[in-house]
């Protein structure tokens, strides 16, 4: 199957480079358990401080099997939406696939990025990764997340 290399998203976020690495985001860690891998009601993904912490309150209700409860992780793994730690929210560094794209341009879509805000232009770079290399199916969708990335940098190029 062929793929559409868009080239204009590494303009737009070089453009945003500078704003979106002020954007503060944690490396991923995720919680391996006798019994799997540990899910909460907001996920399973986890920053480093927040894993430790509930990496240590499940050994605790498990002391038998203490040892087995380990904190994995800490490199950059592929998602379908953009993680945030499951405890504190903080967004986690992840690389996005097509449909961590999409995601994101839903919801930009309806709610523009505002200039200046270091977290959007974070998001608008993660999204507009995602649309790097299209296939023929999401080449519209490319399309439209790349007019709201270079929206974005044209208003911020824009003196206030
Ligand atoms: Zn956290």
Redesign the pocket.
Known sequence: MSTTYHSEVDEIIDALRSLASQCRV?TAYWIATPDGEYESQNGSD??????MAKLRNLRKHDRRRADEYILDGGWVSEHDTPPM??????KLKATLLAYGGIYELEHFRDNPPAPGDVNHAYEISEMLSAFQYTRAEHDSLAKEAIEIGLALVSAMAVPA
């Open positions: 944690e986890w920053c480093r401080d927040c894993g730690c499951a405890h504190c929210g903080v």
